[in-house]
């Protein structure tokens, strides 16, 4: 199937959403370090490769990931731990739910690896 545009503004609300549910008066804390990275990403629009990625899709098949997605978390990975190998990244989305959300996944529904290196 063809992918879903989400625009920068609906991945802004949707890091919003998942911020305040999982990191306001919970378990789960941000230390200063996080915060260059969440302003990076924030003001980062890669909304545009959805749109230049989706005549690669198929018109059928399962729901595939969003490519901006796919690029924001490949992204962070340069920013966070820019020798990590791929591999290891998918575990990291999986333990830290700061990564997948900021990547705009739910925490607990994150690629697996054989899908992130399909796209890289």
């Known amino acids: 199937m063809k992918p879903v545009f989400v625009s920068h503004e609906a991945?802004?609300?949707?890091?919003?959403?998942q911020l305040q549910t999982h990191y306001s008066g919970g378990i789960?804390?941000?230390?200063?370090?996080?915060?260059?990275?969440i302003s990076k990403l924030w003001i980062t629009d890669l909304s545009f490769i959805t749109l230049q990625?989706?005549?690669m899709?198929?018109?059928?098949?399962?729901d595939p990931r969003d490519p901006a997605s796919i690029m924001r978390s490949y992204l962070l990975l340069i920013l966070t731990?820019?020798?990590m190998s791929i591999t290891k990244w998918v575990e990291q989305l999986h333990r830290i739910p700061l990564y997948a959300i900021l990547s705009g996944f739910e925490?607990?529904?994150?690629?697996r690896c054989r899908?992130?290196?399909r796209f890289f």
Not at 11 to 17: G, P, R, S, T
């Open 81 to 83: 731990n820019p020798t």
């Open 11 to 17: 991945y802004q609300n949707f890091v919003m959403d």
């Open 53 to 55: 990625l989706r005549d």
């Open 28 to 37: 789960l804390t941000l230390v200063n370090r996080d915060w260059p990275v």
């Open 115 to 117: 899908y992130l290196l």
């Open 57 to 62: 899709y198929d018109a059928k098949g399962p």
């Open 107 to 111: 925490p607990g529904d994150t690629p």
